[in-house]
Nanobody, 119 residues
């Protein structure tokens, strides 16, 4: 059984920073791409940032230059450093990972963490 556990959400004023973490645990042989998605009320879920096992990153245009995704392969953990936060960044942030277990390759999701940015 594989689990993704997120931490680091909360309430912050505009211009502030938050760091999200997502740790994968369980029967893991390897982890391919890891990423962060977000969903604001009334909107569709969108990709925020992703990082491959080799360290190649991809960002949504709306967060480029403000957010940084990174991963620690030894800890099976992905991070999202969010700086210069704006009220429009308010959403539930969920991590996502493509994980190879003993017998298969599946996509897993974390439970989500709320990020609220006040004006």
């Amino acid at each position: 059984q594989v689990q993704l556990v997120e931490s680091g959400g909360g309430l912050v004023q505009a211009g502030g920073s938050l760091r999200l973490s997502c740790a994968a645990s369980g029967s893991i042989a390897s982890i391919n791409t890891m990423g962060w998605y977000r969903q604001a009320p009334g909107k569709q879920r969108e990709l925020v940032a992703a990082v491959t096992s080799g360290g190649i990153t991809n960002y949504a245009d709306s967060v480029k230059g403000r957010f940084t995704i990174s991963r620690d392969n030894a800890k099976n953990t992905v991070y999202l450093q969010m700086n210069s936060l704006k009220p429009e960044d308010t959403a539930i942030y969920s991590c996502n990972a493509r994980i190879r277990g003993s017998y298969n390759l599946l996509t897993y999701w974390g439970q989500g963490t709320q990020v609220t940015v006040s004006a």
